[in-house]
Structures are given as structure tokens and as C-alpha cells.
């Protein structure tokens, strides 16, 4: 199995827990154990001491427990857009967003007068946000493949983070913020670098750090 495959079925993986309701119920439906679905899903070692994958095995039974077609496994749905619903309270005056610097995220609060002090550029987003919503450029390959560097993406602070989703975070010991995937398993939250190569590919979120926004869209600038 390649790279890029093996990052689709661990795409395709987190949208069946999230169908599922958790891990464990997903396994169960699967009639595979819920300790083997989590090994892969955190891509612990094997006994041969490479990460655990989605094989054709657990591939094949996870499209049939769930109702997939054959080879749904193998097929890229993972699009920031249609997985993270965006409420209905946007208007047309958010189409142009602040790009802001990563360093800005933890200072960045809803719309208020002092806001004027930020004299930057700004973005077009294609669609619906919250008016406190900004623009990042990606920085670094901790979320590749999914995300490259310069690419850009909208993030909206008014929405309620749900598992799966993409956040963009921040440590209140760290001078900048990070975009990471937010994992919720048996109440227990993580984040998540999608880079299978990153060091501390996968943390658990600490009275520490706060979710500060919900990425809405990539792409690039118009």
C-alpha cells in the first residue's frame, strides 16, 4: 500500500467513526475488535515495527458493516467544506477576510472596535462564515498531505469544534498557534498532525490549550 493510499483509509476511517457514533461502535458493526480499530486508527507499531494500516481485510469489512460500496475505502470524500457545516448566520460582509499571522490567533477576538488596528490584507472566502472568521497561510508540513505550505485556509472561531474536524489551536506556553485534526474518542480529546512522519504526531489536548477556531475552507487566494 502507498502513502497516499494509506492516508485515504485513515481519512475514510475517521468519517466511518464519526457515522458510527465512536471507534467501538464501529467495530462492533465491523465485527472486528475495538482495541485492533484503534491500534490502526493511532497507527501504533506493529510487531514488525511499522504502523499498523487499514488492510484490504478490515477495508472490505468496514464498507460492508457500514453500507459503502466496494472500494469506498480507496476514495478520497474528505473535503474540509462538506464535513464541517457552517450555521446559518453569515452574511455577505464576511467575503473578505483578515489574513492574519499565526502569532495574531491567540489575540483574535470578536468583532470590536480595536479590531481597526489590523491594516492587512485580505482574502475572499467562498463561502458562508462567521464574522469573526480569518484567513492563515499554512506553515510547515505537520498537516501534509492533506495541507501544504502557503496554501491558504478560513477559519471561523464561532463554531463548536466536533470530531474529525480541522482546528486551529494554540498552547499558551507557544508564541503561535498550529492547525491539527481534533479526535474525540471515549470523551477523551486529541489533536492530531497528519504527517505520519511528524514527532508527537498525536497530543492530547491539556487545560493548556484552546481550540480557537474551525477551519472552513483551502484553497487558494483569488
Request: proline share 5%; net charge negative; with cysteine.
Amino acid at each position: 500500500m502507498n502513502r497516499r493510499q494509506h492516508q485515504i483509509r485513515l481519512a475514510n476511517l475517521e468519517r466511518l467513526i464519526t457515522e458510527a457514533g465512536s471507534a467501538a461502535k464501529l467495530a462492533r458493526r465491523a465485527n472486528t475488535s475495538a482495541s485492533y480499530v484503534s491500534q490502526v486508527r493511532n497507527q501504533l507499531l506493529s510487531t514488525t515495527g511499522t504502523p499498523r494500516t487499514v488492510g484490504n481485510d478490515l477495508a472490505e469489512r468496514l464498507e460492508h458493516s457500514m453500507g459503502k460500496s466496494s472500494g469506498w475505502m480507496d476514495e478520497d470524500h474528505d473535503d474540509v467544506a462538506s464535513i464541517n457545516p457552517i450555521k446559518e448566520y453569515a452574511s455577505s460582509a464576511c467575503a473578505l477576510l483578515p489574513l492574519i499571522s499565526w502569532e495574531q490567533v491567540p489575540r483574535w477576538s470578536k468583532v470590536e472596535e480595536g479590531r481597526i488596528q489590523y491594516r492587512i490584507e485580505r482574502l475572499p472566502c467562498p463561502i458562508q462564515c462567521g464574522e469573526s472568521s480569518f484567513a492563515l497561510a499554512v506553515q510547515g508540513s505537520s498537516m501534509e498531505p492533506k495541507f501544504h505550505n502557503g496554501e491558504f485556509i478560513f477559519a471561523d472561531p464561532d463554531l463548536e469544534p466536533r470530531h474529525g474536524q480541522y482546528v486551529v489551536v494554540h498552547d499558551k506556553g507557544a508564541e503561535e498557534a498550529m492547525l491539527r485534526q481534533l479526535i474525540i474518542d471515549a470523551g477523551r480529546h486529541y489533536l492530531q498532525a497528519l504527517n505520519p512522519d511528524w514527532p508527537l504526531r498525536i497530543i492530547e489536548v491539556t487545560e493548556t490549550i484552546t481550540v480557537c477556531a474551525v477551519v472552513i475552507f483551502r484553497g487558494e487566494a483569488v
